[in-house]
Each structure stands twice: as structure tokens, then as C-alpha cells.
T-cell receptor, first 112, second 111 residues
Framework: SAVISQKPSRDICQRGTSLTIQCQVDSQVTMMFWYRQQPGQSLTLIATANQGSEATYESGFVIDKFPISRPNLTFSTLTVSNMSPEDSSIYLC?????????FGQGTRLTVV | LAKTTQPISMDSYEGQEVNITCSHNNIATNDYITWYQQFPSQGPRFIIQGYKTKVTNEVASLFIPADRKSSTLSLPRVSLSDTAVYYCLVGDGGSQGNLIFGKGTKLSVKP
């Protein structure tokens, strides 16, 4: 198993501002993944974060809106920029441990 | 990655066995079948993974027929705490990070 810590666990933000979400893993991993889960919906992959290279974004997600950092093999951040109420979601990071993925508890973001 | 189809919801009572079936008609030769459980306000949790026939662990069993176009997650003697959303995913077992989640099955266990 993997221990994944996300910060903050929840936040309420004003529209137009940005929030940076941190994800810390208890051991080194090559790839980290960021997901979004909108209210009542399933998870959608935002991007894959590799250490030492730019993140790879899925269709519908762009770097200007969701910049990602991956400074080392145990840590990543996702920033939600210029937020609007439509960005209100749970944001989750995950890692692959060879057999199944492990997820953090998520960050519940509410934009007002 | 193959698309999956599951029932949107299921109801059960405590102590019953629950079987959730997932269809994945376009599963590829190198795809594994993985099930996750998600409680409200938590990230998904890995339950079980299989490739063919039957896999059993301390939590559940996974039945996969020979054609692999479907699979059934079996939860023995469910309790109220098994109320959750269950997701079936198929994909390359060697790369379980970039997952495509379907809508999942919301299981409600009643006393």
C-alpha cells in the first residue's frame, strides 16, 4: 500500500483566485496522477506528472488552468488557477503501485 | 482503454451476498480488470484485480468468464459499511495510474 497525504483537505475560495494543492507520497514513485471528481460524478484524469519533465494533460485540461509541479519523486502540486464556481470539485492525486492505484483523500474545493 | 458498463445502483440487505456485474466487450488481450470502492469524501480504494477465471482475497471475489467480456464482483455477507460506489475498470495491468473511470455502481446496504 501507499500513504498519500493531500493538503488542504478542503477549502472555500473566491472566484478569480488560485489554489495550490499538495500531494506527498511516503515513497518514491515515477508517475503521479491528478484527478477531478465533480459533484455526484465519477473521476476524470486531469494530467500525469513525471519528475523532471512537463506534465501530460488529458483532453479538456490545459497547463495554464492547471499548472503542475513535480520537484521530486515523492511530491507534486496541482494549482487550480483563476477559479470559477465550475471548478468546485474534489481533486485527488494517485500513484500506481504495480497492482492497482492508490489515491489520496482528496481536496474538496468550493469556489464562491 | 476499454469502456465498461455497470448498473447505476443496487440495493441489498445486511448479510446478503452482492454480485455486481460489469460489461467490457472491447477488452484487449493485455487488459486486466480492476475494481475500486469509494466511500463519500474519500478517494477510491483498490479492492481486487484479475485477468481470467476467479480471484479471491479477504474482501471480495472476482469472477471472469472465458471470453472476458464481463466480470462479476462478489461481496460476501455485506454490512452497512459496504455502502459505497464500486467502479470496474479495465486496462493494462502494468500501468494502473492513468485510469478511465465509468459511472460506477452505487451500492446501498440496508439493515
Amino acid at each position: 500500500s501507499a500513504v498519500i497525504s493531500q493538503k488542504p483537505s478542503r477549502d472555500i475560495c473566491q472566484r478569480g483566485t488560485s489554489l495550490t494543492i499538495q500531494c506527498q507520497v511516503d515513497s518514491q514513485v515515477t508517475m503521479m496522477f491528478w484527478y477531478r471528481q465533480q459533484p455526484g460524478q465519477s473521476l476524470t484524469l486531469i494530467a500525469t506528472a513525471n519528475q523532471g519533465s512537463e506534465a501530460t494533460y488529458e483532453s479538456g485540461f490545459v497547463i495554464d488552468k492547471f499548472p503542475i509541479s513535480r520537484p521530486n519523486l515523492t511530491f507534486s502540486t496541482l494549482t487550480v488557477s483563476n477559479m470559477s464556481p465550475e471548478d468546485s470539485s474534489i481533486y485527488l492525486c494517485s500513484v500506481d503501485r504495480g497492482k492497482g492505484a492508490f489515491f489520496g483523500q482528496g481536496t474538496r474545493l468550493t469556489v464562491v | 482503454l476499454a469502456k465498461t458498463t455497470q448498473p447505476i445502483s443496487m440495493d441489498s440487505y445486511e448479510g446478503q451476498e452482492v454480485n455486481i456485474t460489469c460489461s467490457h466487450n472491447n477488452i484487449a488481450t493485455n487488459d486486466y480488470i480492476t475494481w475500486y470502492q469509494q466511500f463519500p469524501s474519500q478517494g477510491p480504494r483498490f479492492i481486487i484485480q484479475g485477468y481470467k477465471t476467479k480471484v479471491t482475497n479477504e474482501v471480495a471475489s472476482l469472477f471472469i468468464p472465458a471470453d472476458r467480456k464481463s466480470s462479476t464482483l462478489s461481496l460476501p455477507r455485506v454490512s452497512l459499511s459496504d455502502t459505497a460506489v464500486y467502479y470496474c475498470l479495465v486496462g493494462d495491468g502494468g500501468s494502473q495510474g492513468n485510469l478511465i473511470f465509468g459511472k460506477g455502481t452505487k451500492l446501498s446496504v440496508k439493515p
